[in-house]
């Protein structure tokens, strides 16, 4: 089956510590993206990536990093820096975000991060 | 001015009646809009895309887009029960091209 793998499913976060939720597609996309959902939010974008080693930052990337070394996985490090860390994190695809017909966006079922 | 305004809810319809969502956008030079399903505590899912004027239908689900207004709506009809979620529309803006989400409108069906 083809699709993206988000893991954990839940995650603790103690104070100072830094943290990485785990992004993985087979469907071959170009683009992989990073969205933050607070309770009753919409989805605000972190980071995003249209190619392999090339990343973008989105709305609210202070205190989160990313890396795409392969263009399957793209995972997210919540860093100590990031105050307020207690979201759910969607992780989701795109075939290619330039071509109209291609740029819906395909999700992961999410993480939900929690401090402790 | 918020980029994407939806009303957050909940709205509340008999099942079998219309269900109308409703969605306003800043950037006037947008030209992809899209909404997403999300039910509670999952990931959402695209239910619809339409990129020009005029309504786009899809079984029960119909989207209007008047760009002229900046306006984009859902219209689902003979709801059901299990429609009951929260819709979230998605925009396109120029420049960045990047989505910008609403922050959803929660939508529940009652038998």
């Known amino acids: 089956d083809g699709g993206i793998t988000q893991s954990p499913k839940y995650l603790f976060r103690k104070e100072g510590q830094n943290v990485t939720l785990s992004c993985e597609q087979n469907?071959?996309?170009?683009?992989m993206y990073w969205y933050r959902q607070d309770p009753g939010q919409g989805l605000r974008l972190i980071y995003y990536?249209?190619?392999?080693?090339?990343?973008q930052k989105g709305d609210i990337a202070e205190g989160y990093s990313v890396s795409r070394e392969k263009k399957e996985s793209f995972p997210l490090t919540v860093t100590s820096a990031q105050k307020n860390p207690t979201a759910f994190y969607l992780c989701a695809s795109s075939i290619d975000p330039r071509k109209a017909e291609d740029e819906k966006l395909f999700f992961g079922s999410g993480t939900q991060l929690s401090v402790l | 001015q918020k980029e994407v305004e939806q009303n957050s809810g909940p709205l509340s319809v008999p099942e079998g009646a219309i269900a109308s969502l409703n969605c306003t956008y800043s950037d006037r030079g947008s030209q992809s809009f899209f909404w997403y399903r999300q039910y509670s505590g999952k990931s959402p899912e695209l239910i619809m895309s339409?990129?020009?004027?005029g309504d786009k239908e899809d079984g029960r689900f119909t989207a209007q887009l008047n760009k002229a207004s900046q306006y984009v709506s859902l219209l689902i009809r003979d709801s059901q029960p299990s429609d009951s979620a929260t819709y979230l529309c998605?925009?396109?803006?120029?420049?960045?091209?990047?989505?910008?989400f609403g922050t959803g409108t929660r939508l529940l069906v009652s038998p």
């Open positions: 469907l071959n996309h170009d683009a």
């Open positions: 998605a925009v396109k803006n120029t420049g960045f091209q990047k989505l910008v």
């Open positions: 339409i990129y020009s004027n």
């Open positions: 990536s249209q190619i392999v080693n090339d990343f």
